[in-house]
Antibody
């Protein structure tokens, strides 16, 4: 069974760093791009960016360009989304999904508050 | 960015009756390969989105045939032939033809 397993909820303070993960199982991880999305009440679903696990090529959505980093560890079948300095406005539910959204993780809730 | 506009945003429906959701894009969604990357998702409360339809009209595996997608150019539609109780939730259209991928605002379907 194809699954995307995301890491647990995080509570952080502004300025702190964070890395959340997305483990792919049940399929050849390198064959499918991984996309990241954010969902915030009142703002719907937003694209964060995507990565090709075969070569780590990434695209970032303009709103998130320069503020997040998407990476992958093929040996662990895991994709990551990380921040070096969180802001309160980064609060939200972050989903990973296989490219074109045929499978989604359950989401990681990130709360940034002083 | 391509703007996806859904209507209605709220859709009260009677069990067993049909339902229809419209999605209009600000740009044509035909990709270089000739395909149209327009997807429909269903999200129940507390759950992650689930894809129902891809490339305008292709149903995902396991999706009941009461769900159908249609459209072309900039106008697309999701139809439910006979609404069942499990169909409640929010439906989103999403385009993946142009970067960045963008979603509609969502249509909340509830039972009258």
């Amino acid at each position: 069974e194809v699954q995307l397993i995301q890491s647990g909820a995080e509570v952080k303070k502004p300025g702190e760093s964070l890395r959340i993960s997305c483990l792919g199982s049940g399929y050849n991880f390198s064959n499918y791009w991984i996309s990241w999305f954010r969902q915030v009440p009142g703002r719907g679903l937003e694209c964060v960016g995507r990565i090709d696990p075969s070569d780590s090529y990434t695209n970032y959505c303009p709103t998130f360009q320069g503020h997040v980093t998407i990476s992958v560890d093929r040996s662990l079948n895991t994709a990551y989304l990380q921040w070096s300095s969180l802001k309160a406005s980064d609060t939200g539910l972050y989903y990973c999904a296989r490219y074109l959204g045929d499978k989604w993780g359950r989401g990681t809730l990130v709360t940034v508050s002083s | 960015d391509v703007v996806m506009t859904q209507s209605p945003l709220s859709l009260p429906v009677t069990l067993g009756q049909p339902a229809s959701i419209s999605c209009k894009s600000s740009h044509r969604l035909v990709y270089h390969d000739g395909d149209v990357y327009l997807n429909w998702f269903h999200q129940r409360p507390g759950q992650s989105p689930k894809r129902l339809i891809y490339k305008v009209s292709q149903r995902d595996s396991g999706v009941p045939d009461r769900f159908s997608g249609s459209g072309s150019g900039t106008d697309f539609t999701l139809k439910i032939s006979r609404v069942e109780a499990e169909d409640v939730g929010v439906y989103y259209c999403m385009q993946a033809t142009h970067w960045p991928e963008t979603f509609g605002q969502g249509t909340k379907v509830e039972i009258k």
